[in-house]
């Protein structure tokens, strides 16, 4: 199916966007001139929300109408179908958490006495739920709790590109739930490790470094916290590419990655430590016995046996 209609709730719609009324509109006399439910385009748009838009109709009048008297065509034709938040609200989807897990400073082993615990995970819907017309949510998010998960085909999806949150929830040595299918997902995780990590993780790097350099242009100063992680990821990186194994916590490099992100290393020092990470990354990359691809049938045949199993009541 596809993505429903984007509707960010203080999105103005652009003149030209078709639009159906969701009251009656009426003339000086009280005579209704377009019930609800006609379709008029937008002529004029307001500079705010607080404002109205001037819609055309068919018949060439035109009126004002507020936001709350309007919604786009496409929005309104695609009515409840694939909104995911009929799902959410109806069922208690965390009740399908298949695997639970800490990511984060907790479990790279910087964390401090305020630091935050981050739980990570994975959902499986039910197949009725799954298969009908609403849909389910790729994600599942709790900010007061910290927890976030994914819907078990969102997950797959992200390892098979290397996504290095997912990585690490799979390689995390601080598991709080793990199912029988989630076990024998663990146990095929190298199945996710292949040479696409070398343009992932460097994506992340390059992106990471951007925000860096604005820092500098921008404000004279970077922020620390981004320039460990940085540094993190290539040091991950690195060791994924030479040994096949995606290491979540720092060991020997914590006492280092701690003086960055309390900004009591040196610029100079650090800057050093990137570029010759960089280079040792692409030396890494060259002699990594990773295959091309991760194993896209593995991890198909996973999914399809998932999908079976949710057909069952009990949580596999």
């Given at each position: 199916m596809p993505d429903r209609v984007h509707h960010p709730p203080n999105l103005i719609y652009s003149p030209g966007t078709q639009?159906?009324?969701?009251?009656?509109?009426?003339?000086?006399?009280?005579?209704?001139?377009?019930?609800?439910?006609?379709?008029?385009?937008?002529?004029?748009?307001?500079?705010?929300?607080?404002?109205?838009?001037?819609?055309?109709?068919?018949?060439?009048?035109?009126?004002?109408?507020?936001?709350?008297?309007?919604?786009?065509?496409?929005?309104?034709?695609?009515?409840?179908?694939?909104?995911?938040?009929?799902?959410?609200?109806?069922?208690?989807?965390?009740?399908?958490?298949?695997?639970?897990?800490?990511?984060?400073?907790?479990?790279?082993?910087?964390?401090?006495?305020?630091?935050d615990i981050d739980r990570r995970g994975i959902y499986l819907p039910p197949a009725d739920l799954h298969w009908s017309l609403y849909g389910v949510p790729d994600q599942l998010e709790n900010d007061d709790t910290q927890e976030a998960y994914w819907e078990l085909q969102k997950f797959l999806v992200l390892a098979l590109k290397a996504n290095p949150n997912v990585l690490e929830c799979l390689y995390t040595p601080m598991v709080e739930k793990a199912t029988p299918l989630a076990e024998k997902l663990l146990a095929m995780k190298s199945i996710f490790l292949s040479r696409m990590v070398y343009q992932t993780y460097n994506g992340y790097v390059l992106s990471q470094f951007k925000k860096m350099q604005a820092d500098i242009r921008n404000k004279g100063q970077v922020k620390w916290k981004h320039v460990m992680h940085l540094i993190r990821l290539l040091l991950s990186g690195i060791s994924i590419m030479r040994e096949g194994f995606v290491p979540v916590r720092v060991e020997e490099h914590r006492e280092k990655l701690l003086a960055i992100r309390q900004g009591e290393a040196p610029w100079e020092e650090v800057e050093d430590w990137r570029k010759r990470l960089h280079h040792e990354f692409n030396a890494a990359s060259e002699t990594t016995v990773l295959p091309e691809r991760p194993d896209y049938e593995k991890a198909n045949a996973f999914l399809i046996e998932a999908r079976r199993l949710a057909l069952s009541e009990n949580l596999p």
């Amino acid at each position: 199916m596809p993505d429903r209609v984007h509707h960010p709730p203080n999105l103005i719609y652009s003149p030209g966007t078709q639009v159906v009324t969701l009251v009656d509109v009426l003339g000086q006399s009280g005579k209704v001139l377009h019930p609800r439910g006609s379709v008029g385009v937008i002529v004029r748009s307001p500079v705010d929300l607080h404002h109205s838009y001037r819609v055309r109709f068919a018949d060439g009048i035109e009126e004002s109408l507020n936001r709350d008297q309007l919604t786009m065509l496409a929005r309104f034709k695609e009515s409840e179908i694939g909104d995911t938040d009929i799902t959410a609200i109806r069922c208690n989807l965390y009740e399908r958490v298949i695997y639970r897990c800490i990511i984060g400073s907790q479990a790279y082993g910087l964390a401090g006495e305020g630091s935050d615990i981050d739980r990570r995970g994975i959902y499986l819907p039910p197949a009725d739920l799954h298969w009908s017309l609403y849909g389910v949510p790729d994600q599942l998010e709790n900010d007061d709790t910290q927890e976030a998960y994914w819907e078990l085909q969102k997950f797959l999806v992200l390892a098979l590109k290397a996504n290095p949150n997912v990585l690490e929830c799979l390689y995390t040595p601080m598991v709080e739930k793990a199912t029988p299918l989630a076990e024998k997902l663990l146990a095929m995780k190298s199945i996710f490790l292949s040479r696409m990590v070398y343009q992932t993780y460097n994506g992340y790097v390059l992106s990471q470094f951007k925000k860096m350099q604005a820092d500098i242009r921008n404000k004279g100063q970077v922020k620390w916290k981004h320039v460990m992680h940085l540094i993190r990821l290539l040091l991950s990186g690195i060791s994924i590419m030479r040994e096949g194994f995606v290491p979540v916590r720092v060991e020997e490099h914590r006492e280092k990655l701690l003086a960055i992100r309390q900004g009591e290393a040196p610029w100079e020092e650090v800057e050093d430590w990137r570029k010759r990470l960089h280079h040792e990354f692409n030396a890494a990359s060259e002699t990594t016995v990773l295959p091309e691809r991760p194993d896209y049938e593995k991890a198909n045949a996973f999914l399809i046996e998932a999908r079976r199993l949710a057909l069952s009541e009990n949580l596999p």
